[in-house]
């Protein structure tokens, strides 16, 4: 079969379904198809809760960036008061004025975390803490790519004193406590990630206590075979 690739030919622009992001203050803005291209979304609504209470309900046909903060257009706010009749006002045009986020933020499943930089990893918690959500994980992951550039050089210092105590030793011997040290400090970077993720152990020591302490230990270990 052939495709036809004169002008009759349309390519499908990408769009995102069933996007849902938490906004700070308690709102959550649901989307029902975004499109990251144009700024739009369609079918859209924004839940306000108070505590586990639902204040107030906006829902609209279609929303749209426009000049720094999103426009929604045709619908209606529902405000719900505790044993009042809730009051309903249709709009053609209203401005989400106390919504924090961006098209961005909308649009950020286009990139992983593991694919993203050291700086825009960075805006990303930055946006997450905006939106009120958990970012220990990222912040985690954040510290360790700083921390795990050094892992060569706390490996080498922790290893040069073992080698020089095994150094009558046969390879295979001293092949394998170098691969058992090693495979160690790769747990302990694993057992401080999981601490870190669970909130368990501050970000920056969840990342960097493994190198210190093998660092330390190196440290010693090399004063020791010293004398």
Not at 131 to 136: H, I, M
Not at 157 to 169: D, E, N, T, Y
Request: glycine residues 8%; contains cysteine.
């Amino acid at each position: 079969m052939e495709i036809d690739k004169g002008e009759n030919f349309l390519v499908r622009p990408f769009v995102m379904s069933q996007v849902t992001i938490r906004d700070v203050d308690g709102q959550i803005l649901s989307v029902r198809e975004y499109h990251p291209r144009e700024r739009r979304g369609t079918q859209v609504t924004l839940d306000h809760h108070k505590g586990q209470r639902l204040i107030r309900k906006v829902s609209a046909a279609e929303m749209v960036w426009d000049d720094d903060e999103w426009l929604f257009l045709t619908g209606e706010v529902r405000r719900f008061h505790v044993g009042e009749v809730e009051t309903v006002r249709r709009f053609q045009e209203w401005r989400g004025k106390e919504i924090t986020s961006l098209p961005a933020d909308l649009s950020r499943k286009y990139r992983t975390t593991e694919q993203m930089s050291y700086s825009e990893l960075g805006d990303y918690v930055h946006r997450k803490v905006r939106n009120g959500q958990d970012v220990n994980r990222e912040v985690v992951e954040r510290h360790l790519r700083i921390s795990f550039s050094f892992a060569d050089f706390v490996i080498v210092l922790f290893g040069l004193p073992l080698a020089s105590w095994f150094r009558a030793a046969r390879r295979p011997l001293q092949f394998g406590i170098c691969l058992l040290a090693s495979f160690v400090f790769y747990g302990c970077i694993q057992v401080g990630r999981a601490l870190g993720w669970n909130g368990l152990l501050d970000p920056f020591l969840a990342a960097w206590l493994p190198n210190l302490l093998f660092l330390g230990i190196g440290f010693v270990l090399l004063a020791r075979a010293h004398k």
